[in-house]
């Protein structure tokens, strides 16, 4: 494909006009094309802004708690990492980052976890797929030179929860990881309520879940301007739901993302069907829900400390074959063979 035509999400607003790509370089334009090769909407590429892409490979029972499955360190999922055989584990992860290519995402942070190794095979997958992963390493250890060498190549610090593991240790992580001007970041308040107080104290850039945050939690969050990352469909296999509309107004920069791929394939528009399946649209507004996922993911990216290339303002779009008369319900009815990219010359 190298032209479409249609209505274009644009500045939180669907406006007509058509797309097309000129010596590499995709130009927009507010006129229609009555020529062009596809006809629909033309949209950003998304954001994911949570995963574990390396749990991908673990078949999980019908129903678990949180604990059970993803607690370190004796979660089944951990069990199962600590004994993957290198290609198994890359292979799989390569099927997921197919996917988010395929479902027009450019972009995904991923909590990376087995130390270097786990970082080192994130990368060997993330090769030739056209898709950027921001890599959150976690250590296995609290060796310092463990911790720096991961913090060389990833591009920061992702870790579990203040519940699960030694306060102090997830301090100096925090400390190492701003000291050399990379993202630190953790789950915060899944399962139960946790102290926002000392989670503040680790200046986390960007938190995940707060399920559990109490109103003051959510204020403070708002005041030290710290995005939220909530993933639906993680949410609604162990039963549970985010505080969306209180984090909305406390004025918190909400964003999503799809979690663990063992749980949820890492796809934003599933997940946005998730989220609207979870919130009727008194509670949540298309409009609002569309700002979610296709402009507060990318401000959160730009907004991460560090990320050099990755940063862009500039995003690319994908089109999704479809009618544009009621552009929400065509983007909820969306199926993949109807996600059509750009052709830039073999990259997805
Ligand atoms: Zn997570």
Known sequence: ????????????????????????????????????????LILPKTVNCHTHLGDGFIRIPEKSTVEELVAPPDGLKHRMLRNVKEQEQISSMKESITLVARTGTSHFIDFRESGLEGTRRLLMASLGTGVIPVILGRPDSDDVNEISAILNVADGIGMSAISDMEYEYLVNLSVHARSTEKVFSLHASEAKREDFQKILELKPDLLVHMVHASDDDMESCASAGIPVVICPGSNAYFGLKPPLRKMLDAGITVCLGSDNAMLSEPNMLEELRKLRTMFPITEITDREMLEILFINCRKVLNSLPGLGAANSNQPDFFVLEAPVDEPFLSIMGSETENIRMFDMGGIP
């Not at 479409?4 to 797309?19: C, H, N, P, Q, T």
């Open 1 to 40: 494909m190298k032209s479409a035509s249609g209505l274009i999400f644009k500045d939180g607003e669907f406006v007509k006009g058509s797309a097309r790509l000129e010596n590499g370089k995709l130009i927009l334009s507010e006129e229609s094309d009555p020529n062009a090769d596809v006809f629909g």
